[in-house]
C-alpha cells in the first residue's frame, strides 16, 4: 500500500485576540508578552467592592496620585511574563547554586580570615530582612497596582526579593555560622546602626500610594543599598581578603543590574505621561532619597569606616543621574 504525505499549509483566519487587534490597529502576530499582559485586568462588571474600603473599586485608579492616559504604557522592557521569568530566575539560579557549591567543595568559606567574615556578616545577614520587607512591599504594589503591565512585575519582583533573603540567609550558613543569623535579627531589632533603616521599611508597609510604595523601595532605598553593599562593600572585601563574598552574593548583583532597567522604564514613560506625574515623581524621590540616605548611613559606616561619606556621595549622584535620565529633575 502506497502512503502519500503531504505538506499542507493552513493559513490562519485572524493573527491574534481580537482586543489585542483593535489595540495595535490591525491583526498583527503579537508577542507572548503581549498576549499574557495587554488589557487582560478587569475594569467591569465587579461583583462588589471591597468590605475594607467600600469607597473604591478592587482595581481602581485613584489608589495612586499618579495618572496615565494608559496603564497598559507601562510596560517591562525585559518581556517578563511568567514563562520567561521563570526560565530567566532558573538560569540564575542555577548560577547561584552552583557558586554555593563550589565554596563548599573547595573548603573557601572555611579558609575565608576570620576578621574578614565578621567584617561581612555583620553587614550583610541584617539584609534579609530588609529583602523580606521589600517582598511585602512590592506584593502590595501587585496586589493593589492598576494595570497588569505594572503589577505582574511588581509580583515577580516580590518573589524575587524573597530569593534575595533566602540567598543572604544561605550565605550566612554557608559558613557555618547559623549563631550570626540569631545575631543578626538581634541587631536588626536593637542594633542602634539599623534602627533607621528598618522604620523606612516598616513605615511602607503602611503607606497608601503604591505608586510610591514602588518609587521609595525600589529605587530611592534599593538604588542606593545595592551599589553600596553587593557592589562597592564587594569590592572592598575582593581587595582585602578575596572573592568568597562576590561569589555567593552574584545573584543580587544579576537582578538589580536587570531590575535597574524595569524600574528606569517606569519611572520614564511615567513622568513623560503629564506634568503633574513628572512633578509628583520628582517629589516622592526626593522625600524618600533623603530617608534613605539617613538610613543607610550608619550601615555605609559599619562596612566602610571614615570612607562612608565619600562612598555615600558617589552612589547618591548615580542614583540622581538616574532620575535625571529619566526625565526627572531633582
Not at 75 to 102: H, N, S, V
Not at 198 to 206: A, G, H, K, S
Request: proline content about 4%.
Amino acid at each position: 500500500m502506497a502512503i502519500d504525505l503531504r505538506t499542507v499549509s493552513i493559513t490562519p483566519l485572524r493573527q491574534t485576540f481580537g482586543h489585542l487587534a483593535r489595540r495595535m490597529g490591525a491583526d498583527k502576530p503579537a508577542s507572548r508578552y503581549i498576549e499574557a499582559t495587554m488589557d487582560l485586568q478587569p475594569v467591569e462588571n465587579y461583583h462588589y467592592r471591597p468590605t475594607w474600603e467600600p469607597q473604591r473599586d478592587i482595581f481602581d485608579e485613584t489608589r495612586t496620585a499618579i495618572t496615565m492616559k494608559d496603564w497598559y504604557a507601562l510596560k517591562d522592557p525585559r518581556q517578563y511574563y511568567y514563562g520567561a521569568w521563570t526560565l530567566a530566575r532558573g538560569k540564575m539560579q542555577e548560577i547561584a547554586e552552583g557558586d554555593f557549591d563550589l565554596v563548599d567543595d573547595l573548603g573557601l568559606a572555611a579558609a575565608y580570615p576570620v576578621a574578614g567574615k565578621d567584617q561581612a556578616l555583620k553587614v550583610f545577614l541584617p539584609l534579609r530582612h530588609v529583602a523580606w520587607a521589600s517582598n511585602l512591599n512590592k506584593a502590595y504594589v501587585s496586589s493593589y497596582g492598576y494595570g497588569i503591565a505594572i503589577s505582574q512585575a511588581a509580583c515577580y519582583a516580590s518573589m524575587d526579593q524573597l530569593g534575595v533573603a533566602q540567598y543572604v540567609t544561605r550565605l550566612g550558613m554557608a559558613f557555618d555560622d547559623l549563631e550570626a543569623v540569631a545575631t543578626a535579627k538581634t541587631a536588626w531589632l536593637e542594633g542602634a546602626e539599623w534602627q533607621e533603616l528598618r522604620r523606612y521599611v516598616e513605615d511602607l508597609m503602611v503607606e497608601k500610594d503604591w505608586f510610591e510604595v514602588l518609587v521609595a523601595q525600589d529605587f530611592a532605598l534599593e538604588g542606593l543599598l545595592y551599589p553600596l553593599i553587593f557592589e562597592r562593600y564587594n569590592d572592598k572585601l575582593n581587595a582585602a581578603y578575596g572573592p568568597v563574598f562576590s561569589m555567593l552574593t552574584r545573584f543580587q548583583r544579576e537582578w538589580f543590574g536587570e531590575t535597574t532597567k524595569w524600574m528606569d522604564s517606569i519611572l520614564k514613560v511615567a513622568a513623560a505621561d503629564n506634568p503633574a506625574n513628572k512633578a509628583k515623581l520628582a517629589e516622592w524621590i526626593k522625600h524618600w532619597r533623603e530617608r534613605a540616605i539617613v538610613a543607610l548611613r550608619p550601615v555605609a559606616s559599619l562596612a566602610f569606616g571614615a570612607d562612608a561619606d565619600s562612598v555615600m556621595e558617589e552612589i547618591v549622584q548615580n542614583l540622581n543621574a538616574r532620575a535625571a535620565k529619566a526625565g526627572i529633575t531633582l
